[in-house]
C-alpha cells in the first residue's frame, strides 16, 4: 500500500511536465516569431529557426514520452483504482485562462487608448508570466514558478526600459528574450523527466 501512493502521485506530474512543456514551447515560439518582426532578416531568421527547431524537439521528445509511459500509466492508475491520474485541464485550468485572455485583450486595448501600443508586449509578458504561477498548483509543476518569475521579470523590464527612453529594445527583451525562456523551460523538463526516470523520484 506504501507503495501505490507515490507511484500514483508522480503520474499527474509527469503528464504535467509534458503537458507543460508543450504550451511553453508553444507560447515561446509565438513569442519570437511575433516580436523579432522588427530586427533585420540577418537576426531575425536565426532567431525564428532556433526557436522552431526548438518547438520540434519538445513535441517530438513528448511524443516519444507519452508512449514509452503508455504501459506504465495504465498499470499505475490500475494499482491506484483511478485516482492517481488526473486531467491537467479541469475547470481551475480554464479559469486561468479565461482570466488571462481578458487580461492580455483588455490590458492591451487600454494601453493603445492611452497612447502606448509599444507597451503592449511587455503587458503581455507580464499576464503571460504570471499566470504559470497559478498553473503551478493545477499542474503540479514547483518549476513553474520559477519560469513565471523570469517571464514576469522580462516583462517589467519592459517598462523600465519604456520609462528610461528605450522603447526600440522592449520587443526583444519582453518578447524574444521571453520566448527563449518558455523554450528552454519546455526543453529542460525533459532533462528533469530523465532524471525522473533515472531516480524513480520527480524532480521539479
Known amino acids: 500500500m506504501a507503495e501505490e501512493t507515490p507511484a500514483a502521485n ?68 490500475g494499482a491506484g483504482g483511478g ?44 499576464v503571460v508570466g504570471t499566470h504559470f504561477f497559478a498553473l503551478a498548483p493545477i499542474f503540479r509543476l514547483a518549476r513553474f514558478h520559477v519560469l513565471g518569475a523570469i517571464v514576469t521579470a522580462l516583462g517589467i523590464s519592459g517598462f523600465v526600459l519604456w520609462l528610461v527612453g528605450a522603447t ?4 526583444l527583451v519582453s518578447g524574444v528574450a521571453s520566448g527563449f525562456a518558455l523554450l528552454a523551460f519546455g526543453l529542460g523538463a525533459f532533462a528533469s523527466h530523465g532524471a525522473v526516470r533515472a531516480t524513480g523520484e520527480p524532480q521539479f
Open 168 to 171: 526600440f529594445a522592449i520587443a
Open 10 to 77: 508522480a503520474t499527474p506530474t509527469m503528464r504535467g511536465r509534458e503537458v507543460g512543456a508543450q504550451i511553453a514551447g508553444v507560447f515561446g515560439t509565438v513569442f519570437v516569431w511575433v516580436n523579432s518582426g522588427e530586427t533585420l532578416p540577418v537576426v531575425r531568421i536565426p532567431l525564428v529557426v532556433i526557436a522552431l527547431c526548438a518547438l520540434a524537439a519538445i513535441i517530438v521528445l513528448s511524443v516519444r514520452s507519452y508512449r514509452s509511459k503508455g504501459t506504465g500509466h495504465s498499470d499505475v492508475a
Open 83 to 126: 485516482q492517481g491520474v488526473r486531467p491537467p485541464f479541469g475547470w481551475g485550468y480554464w479559469v486561468v485562462v479565461a482570466i488571462e485572455a481578458i487580461a492580455l485583450f483588455g490590458g492591451s486595448r487600454l494601453l493603445t487608448a492611452w497612447g502606448h501600443p509599444e507597451l503592449g508586449v511587455a503587458w503581455v509578458a507580464f
